[in-house]
């Protein structure tokens, strides 16, 4: 029997860093054998997340470049923006793999990154250096890689959405609206308003509108597909719900096309993909349909009378939002199949 993978995961108290938990404990190629927090160094985590008592490791390390490379051969960063940016570079520079479930390596340029998110950029050397971990779009990329930027949750409920219809030059991309709605756990763990429940219960609102920091991210990956330039009107809501992103897209359409075409486009595009479910012609998918997985469902329906796409893209946030699509870019990285500890059924009702 071969050794496992050693994997840590920094930033282990988060939704994404204990999702990444759930879903690499039943990893037939892996063993936690680190997970870290630096605000909680030393505590059970369990203290935290007592449905994990008795199950992961007792007590929670201290970020220690060394000690991580002595332990682990990957590293999950699932630490709060501003955060992997100084520390990717060491683990990198001491041989680890690392998939980076935060946003600064998503974005190739620091100007772009430090006018959006607020913080100053990562090395440029090594944002160079991160592939971006789009799988159904970018997996050829990823495959023998030993650095992975994961996707956002909105980009990649979007981007599923959005590539095949552009790549294919149907799309007019100066058109494209995207409105998308997100569970609470997209703003994580922490306190404020936006998470408290007399706040949120009851409640249905737009946030950051126009200054949403995805709002690059899916420019950027919609330029590279579409070999031009593109910038997008991107607007989202919280919704009360726990977990679960709606992405609703419109973009006008270059020429004729039937509804039927689209939908065997979709089909082709997504041909061999296990996690990205294509609709049957008429219908829609929910968030609840997706609900603990790592499938993205999307369905389509033309307007003929104005020419306009209409899609529906739906994820699980902390799935194929964040943990699930990392698990899948470790997969696709180690040369394993893309589906291994990620086949299991969305969880009903």
């Not at 201290?62 to 051969?73: G, N, R």
Request: with cysteine; aromatic share 8%.
């Amino acid at each position: 029997m071969s050794m496992k993978l050693r994997a840590a995961i920094i930033g282990a108290t988060g939704y994404g860093g204990v999702e990444l938990i759930r879903l690499l404990l039943t990893h037939p190629h892996v063993e936690i054998t680190s997970v870290i927090s630096s605000s909680n160094a030393g505590a059970p985590l369990a203290d935290g997340y007592p449905h994990l008592n008795q199950i992961v490791l007792d007590k929670l390390d201290a970020i220690d470049v060394e000690l991580i490379k002595q332990k682990s051969d990957v590293v999950f960063l699932a630490a709060p923006h501003g955060v992997a940016s100084g520390l990717a570079p060491q683990l990198i520079d001491v041989g680890l793999k690392v998939i980076d479930v935060s946003g600064d390596f998503r974005l190739q340029s620091g100007e772009t990154y430090e006018r959006w998110y607020k913080h100053k950029p990562a090395d440029p050397a090594y944002l160079a250096k991160a592939i971006y971990g789009l799988a159904e779009v970018f997996g050829e990329e990823v495959k023998g890689s030993t650095f992975i930027s994961n996707p956002g949750c909105y980009p990649t409920a979007t981007l599923l959405g959005l590539v095949p219809i552009v790549k294919q030059g149907w799309a007019d991309t100066s058109s494209i609206i995207v409105d998308a709605k997100s569970g609470v756990s997209g703003a994580g763990r922490g306190l404020g308003l936006t998470a408290h429940f007399s706040e949120m219960n009851e409640n249905f609102l737009a946030y950051k509108v126009n200054k949403h920091q995805h709002t690059p991210e899916i420019e950027q990956v919609l330029g590279r597909v579409a070999g031009e330039e593109v910038v997008i009107t991107f607007t989202t809501h919280l919704v009360p719900m726990t977990r679960g992103i709606l992405s609703t897209i419109y973009v006008n359409l270059k020429q004729k096309h039937t509804e039927d075409e689209i939908i065997d486009l979709y089909r082709q595009y997504y041909e061999g993909r296990r996690f990205v479910r294509i609709r049957e012609k008429g219908k829609w998918p929910a968030t609840k349909e997706v609900w603990g997985s790592n499938y993205c469902d999307i369905g389509l329906s033309l307007d003929e009378r104005t020419g306009r796409l209409t899609i529906i893209s739906v994820i699980d946030n902390i799935v194929k939002g964040a943990g699930g699509q990392a698990v899948q870019n470790l997969n696709l990285m180690m040369g394993w199949d893309e589906a291994t500890g990620l086949a299991f059924t969305p969880v009903y009702p």
